[in-house]
């Protein structure tokens, strides 16, 4: 009886998050269990993997010299391998932009090693973003969510 209180006082003022952790801390005979909206489900892996992306993009903004930079982007990039990650590279428009710019920007060879970063670490971030622009590529064949094309081109 005062769990039902407790929600009716509370869930109009919880995002759908902390309306799951309402429930986790209910004793297991009061709680309710439904089933979460796919949008909701989606808005949550987007959030979630944007604050990750942030935190990493904080970290690269915070290095000084090229090979430290480099080094940074090198590790943000590679974070694209996981299924999950490049989801959000493709899933929102303005954030695919931005980073296929990135991408394209660091896969430029001679002004990489024109910043004075060392050779090996230039190839690896070369074919590391070669790799994901071809993924994001393959991803753009697939209809994507938010449908907006995403023009890159390969040299």
């Known amino acids: 009886m005062i769990t039902q209180k407790l929600r009716e006082i509370l869930n109009p003022y919880l ?15 009061c709680r309710f269990y439904t089933q979460i909206p796919l949008q909701v489900c989606v808005g949550h892996e ?14 690269f903004h915070n290095a000084i010299t090229s090979q430290e930079k480099c080094q940074e982007i090198y590790e943000l990039f590679s974070t694209y391998k996981d299924p999950r990650r490049l989801f959000l ?7 695919k932009n931005a980073n296929v710019g990135r991408l394209l920007y660091f896969s430029d060879k001679k002004q990489l090693l024109s910043n004075g970063v ?3 670490l230039v190839t690896r971030l070369h074919i590391l973003c070669k790799d994901i ?3 994001v590529m ?3 064949q697939a209809k994507l969510p938010d449908g907006e094309p995403c023009v890159i081109q390969i040299e």
């Open 118 to 120: 060392d050779p090996k």
């Open 89 to 95: 590279l493709t899933y929102s428009g303005q954030f």
């Open 15 to 29: 995002i759908w998050q902390s309306r799951v952790n309402l429930n986790a801390v209910l004793p297991e005979s």
């Open 46 to 59: 987007v959030d979630y993997l944007r604050r990750l992306y942030h935190a990493k993009v904080e970290r």
């Open 133 to 135: 622009l071809l993924r």
């Open 138 to 140: 393959f991803l753009k």
